[in-house]
C-alpha cells in the first residue's frame, strides 16, 4: 500500500469531521478512526471459554500479565497498548474513565474494579511497555459462547457489532476442536470485519495443542495434522487464512521461564528412569504427596500449573538429553510451542497488510456515516472516498482474495488458487506471491514474474473473459507490475521501468511510455 494510504485517509476524516460536525454521534465514530488510523494494528484473541486466550496473549507478549483463570475482568474486554509506564484505566459505558491502580500478584496484573460494577464496564485498557505492542495492540475478549450470555454478548458486540465495523482490525481465534459455534462466529466477523463479506481478518489456532493427544509427547505432531486438515477441508478453509497448532502454555511458559524452574527440571531429569516415568504418568500423580523427588508438593503443583504435565514431561526430557542451561530450555520448549509459526502467520497475514486493513476500515466507516445522509448532501466526501477506494490497490487485493476463499465467480480452480498467492494470499513477500524459495535471486523472481504477467493479461484479454473476470486479472496484473518494479529495484543496476515494459505494454499506456 502506497505509503500515502493512511494519510489519505486521514483526510477523508477530516472531511467527514466537517460534513457531521453537528451529529455528536458520527464525530464519536470519526474520532475513533482517527486513533485507529494513528496505532499500530489491532488484533483480538477470540474463542470459547478457556480456550487460551489469555494464556496466548501473555506468550505473545513474553511476560505474564494478562489474568488467567479466574476473576471477573475475564468477562471484560481488555486492550493492551504499549505504553512507557504501566497504567489500567476503566472506560465505562456512560461518563468519565477512571484510572484504576496497577496491582499485580505472580506477575499478573489483578484488575481490581472497586467499586464498580462489570456491567457498567465497556472495556479496560492496559498501558505496557512491552516491546511486542509497539507493533500491534492486542485485545483479550471474554470467551464466547458462555454459559453467561451477558459474556458471550460483550465479546460479540466488540467482535462483530451489528451495524459498524468491528473494532478489531483482525483476529486470532482460538479453538480446541471445531465447533459449530466457532464456524457461526467466524462467520459473523468475516461479514462485519469489512462489511458485505469483502475480506478475511482471521486466522485460527488450535490452541492447547499438547492435550490434543492426551500430554503424550508427540501430541504437537497430532495437533498438525488435525490443523492441516481443518485448514484443508469443509468450511473453515474459507474463514481464516491459516490454521495452525499452539500449545500456549508451553510458549508462556519458555518466555518467562525462572532459573529455579530449570533446577526443578533438572532433579526430575536425574531420578531413576522407573520413578521418572512413575511420577510423570499423570497429573495426578505428578502432585501427590511423595519424596522420591526433593520437589515439595507446592513446588510440584505450580510446575504443572506453569507448564502443564506435557510441558513438564518435555522439559524433563530435554534436561536429560543434556540441555545446559535455563535459556536453552527456554529456546527449546519454545520452538516446540507453535508459537513462532503463529507469529509468522500473523506477521504475514496482517502485520504486511495492517494500512490496507486500517484503510478499509476507514473507508468502511465513512460509507456507512454516508449513508445516513439525504441524496445530495457530502459529494465532496463521497467523492473522496470513491477515489480513495478507487486508487488503493492493497484493497482491491483484499476483495479479491477474499471473493477467490469464498469460492464466488470469476476465478475457479487452479487460476484461483494461483491468483490467491499473487495476490498475497500466503503472504506479501515477492517470492511467496510467485511460490518460489525465499532465497530465490531477483532474475529467477523476475522471470516468474514476467511469465505469470504474461498469463494473467493473456486470462484478461481472452474473448471468453466477462467483465467481473477481466476486472480480477487486472487486479492480479497490477500485483505483479507492483511486484517487477521491487524485483527491477533490487536488480542489479536494472531500472524497474525497463523490466516492466520487458513485459510488453502495460494495460492502458502506450507501449514504451515508461522509458
Ligand atoms: N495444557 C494447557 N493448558 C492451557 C493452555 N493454555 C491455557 N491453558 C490453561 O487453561 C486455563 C484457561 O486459560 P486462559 O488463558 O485463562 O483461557 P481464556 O480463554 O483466557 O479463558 P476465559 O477468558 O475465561 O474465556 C488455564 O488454567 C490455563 O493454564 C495450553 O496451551 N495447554
Ligand atoms: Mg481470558
Known amino acids: 500500500m502506497s505509503p500515502d494510504a493512511r494519510a489519505d485517509a486521514a483526510a477523508l476524516v477530516a472531511s467527514a469531521r466537517r460534513l457531521f460536525a453537528d451529529d455528536p454521534d458520527a464525530l464519536g465514530v470519526l474520532d475513533d478512526l482517527d486513533r485507529r488510523l494513528a496505532e499500530p494494528l489491532r488484533l483480538a484473541l477470540a474463542g470459547i471459554v478457556k480456550a487460551g486466550k489469555s494464556t496466548l496473549l501473555n506468550a505473545l507478549l513474553g511476560e505474564r500479565i494478562a489474568p488467567t483463570d479466574a476473576g471477573e475482568c475475564t468477562r471484560i474486554v481488555t486492550w493492551y497498548r504499549w505504553a512507557d509506564t504501566p497504567s489500567v484505566t476503566a472506560h465505562l459505558t456512560a461518563g468519565p474513565a ?171 531429569a536425574a531420578l531413576e528412569r522407573s520413578a521418572r516415568e512413575k511420577l510423570l504418568v499423570s497429573s495426578d500423580r505428578f502432585v501427590r504427596p511423595t519424596d522420591v523427588v526433593d520437589l515439595d508438593e507446592d513446588t510440584r503443583r505450580q ?98 482474495l477474499s471473493r477467490v476463499r469464498l469460492g464466488t465467480p470469476p476465478l475457479a480452480g487452479p487460476d484461483a488458487a494461483a491468483a490467491a498467492r499473487l495476490i498475497g494470499g500466503h503472504g506479501t513477500g515477492a517470492s511467496t506471491r510467485l511460490g518460489l524459495p525465499a532465497d530465490a535471486g531477483p532474475e529467477a523472481l523476475r522471470d516468474a514474474a514476467l511469465a505469470e504477467l504474461d498469463r494473467w493479461r493473456t486470462l484478461g484479454a481472452s474473448p471468453l473473459a466477462d467483465r467481473t473476470s477481466r476486472e480480477a486479472c487486472a487486479v492480479v496484473t497490477r500485483s505483479l507490475e507492483g511486484l517487477l518494479s521491487e524485483v527491477g529495484e533490487v536488480g542489479p543496476g536494472e531500472p524497474a521501468a525497463h523490466v516492466v515494459a520487458a513485459g510488453g505494454p502495460v494495460e492502458g499506456r502506450p507501449e514504451g511510455a515508461d522509458q
Open 98 to 268: 477512571r484510572r484504576l491502580p496497577v496491582r499485580r500478584s505472580r506477575g499478573m496484573l489483578v484488575i481490581a474494579l472497586g467499586d464498580l460494577p462489570a456491567e457498567e464496564v465497556d472495556r479496560i485498557e492496559v498501558g505496557w511497555p512491552s516491546a511486542v505492542l509497539r507493533s500491534m495492540t492486542l485485545i483479550d475478549t471474554p470467551g464466547i459462547e458462555s454459559l453467561s450470555l451477558d459474556v458471550s454478548a460483550r465479546s460479540a458486540a466488540f467482535l462483530t457489532p451489528e451495524d459498524n465495523p468491528s473494532s478489531a482490525d483482525a483476529i486470532v481465534y482460538l479453538m480446541r476442536h471445531l465447533h459449530p459455534s466457532d464456524l457461526g462466529f467466524l462467520e459473523a466477523f468475516r461479514d462485519t470485519a469489512a462489511g458485505e463479506a469483502r475480506t478475511v481478518n482471521a486466522v485460527a489456532v488450535l490452541s492447547r495443542a499438547d492435550e490434543i493427544g492426551s500430554g503424550r509427547i508427540d501430541s504437537l505432531l497430532s495437533a498438525g495434522k488435525v490443523a492441516a486438515r481443518y485448514e484443508r477441508e469443509g468450511d473453515l478453509g474459507s474463514l481464516v487464512l491459516g490454521v495452525t497448532p499452539v500449545a500456549g502454555l508451553l510458549a508462556e511458559g519458555a518466555r518467562t521461564l525462572r532459573e529455579s524452574e530449570f533446577v526443578a527440571f533438572g532433579k526430575l
Open 303 to 400: 510446575l504443572l500449573a506453569r507448564f502443564g504435565i506435557y510441558g513438564v514431561r518435555l522439559a524433563t526430557s530435554l534436561v536429560r538429553v543434556g540441555v545446559a542451561d535455563s535459556s536453552e530450555l527456554a529456546a527449546s520448549l519454545l520452538e516446540q510451542s507453535g508459537l513462532t509459526p503463529l507469529q509468522e502467520l500473523v506477521a504475514r497475514q496482517f502485520g504486511d497488510r495492517s494500512d490496507a486493513l486500517k484503510v478499509r476500515a476507514t473507508t468502511d466507516a465513512v460509507e456507512r456515516l454516508l449513508r445516513r445522509l439525504p441524496g445530495e448532501e457530502g459529494t465532496d466526501v463521497r467523492a473522496a472516498l470513491e477515489r480513495l477506494q478507487a486508487s488503493a490497490h492493497d484493497l482491491k487485493e483484499l476483495d479479491l
